[in-house]
DNA sequence: TCTTGACTTAGACAACGTCTAATGTAGGAT
DNA sequence: ATCCTACATTAGACGTTGTCTAAGTCAAGA
């Protein structure tokens, strides 16, 4: 995630404090913050820093690619910093945690051309859903 | 759907008027209407109904099985009165309008079991995107 | 027809996100 | 090293979507 920073100055992005303390925030584990989330923990670093800010920063990093949006249910979206490696989500009905996973197969060959009406077909995200193993033993 | 009422009233409903504008907005056409759409239309068949039976009777239906909510996007969810026939949807990036489509083979299948952490995965969820033919042109 | 508990209503409230006008500052220019 | 200025940040208003509450209304059984 060090060299995010490089990336984004080399893409003509001012390097603010505010900015570094984002991007510290989303490297390290792989847990999906809600932007609500990622300002929290970037307080702790930089207790002056406002909520426009945390989502003008996750904004720009979701257009320049270097994060994803990911919104699994009605609630807050979330910010995947795993956006170089195509995978999908699988979540827990139950306490809503996710886990990165990396199906097998050619994801839009299921879905033949007369099923697609004249749309052009982008991508294609694919949501598991069950019970974690905490929660299906509790 | 008009048997829809007759299941309704099975389980114990008040047969009122603004549940029955409600399910006749729902019926028809395969749009999934997001619910202020659907307050607008019953709006225009019964012009007093509020806004809070609407999302009342939204939740009621979906909770009884007889709809389907999604929300592919962060923005309003959308409901899908197909909720009887496993589908999967395609949404325009642009506009936001979904249309239902059926792929083929078994979705699950994609996903090994060291795939799945130990998950009892119960549903797949696919959503392509792409655009509609209308986004696409203009 | 009466009664009652379920239903509906208006509007306040809450969660999440966006926008604006004023202020601050990174980093190139001097 | 200092200055300049365009870009970044801030507080808080505002917008959208959805939920809740208290008071009034009504479907349907007695």
């Not at 989502?55 to 990093?61: F, K, V």
């Not at 249910?73 to 195509?86: E, I, L, M, V, W």
């Not at 839009?108 to 099923?115: D, N, S, W, Y």
Request: proline share 4%.
């Amino acid at each position: 995630m060090s060299d995010l920073l490089e990336r984004l100055r080399g893409r003509g992005w001012r390097l603010t404090s505010q900015r570094r303390v984002v991007a510290e925030v989303l490297d390290g584990d792989h847990v999906h913050y809600t932007a609500d989330e990622v300002h929290a923990k970037a307080a702790e670093l930089l207790p002056e820093i406002s909520r426009a800010t945390v989502y003008n920063t996750l904004g720009e990093l979701v257009s320049l690619g270097e994060i994803m949006e990911v919104s699994t249910d009605g609630r807050a979206k979330r910010y995947d910093p795993n956006a170089h490696h195509a995978h999908q989500h699988l979540v827990c009905s139950q306490c809503g945690t996710i886990r990165d996973v990396h199906p097998t197969g050619d994801l839009l060959a299921g879905l033949p051309a007369e099923e697609r009406f004249g749309f052009q077909v982008a991508a294609v995200e694919v949501t598991y859903r069950g019970l974690c193993p905490g929660c299906s033993t509790a």
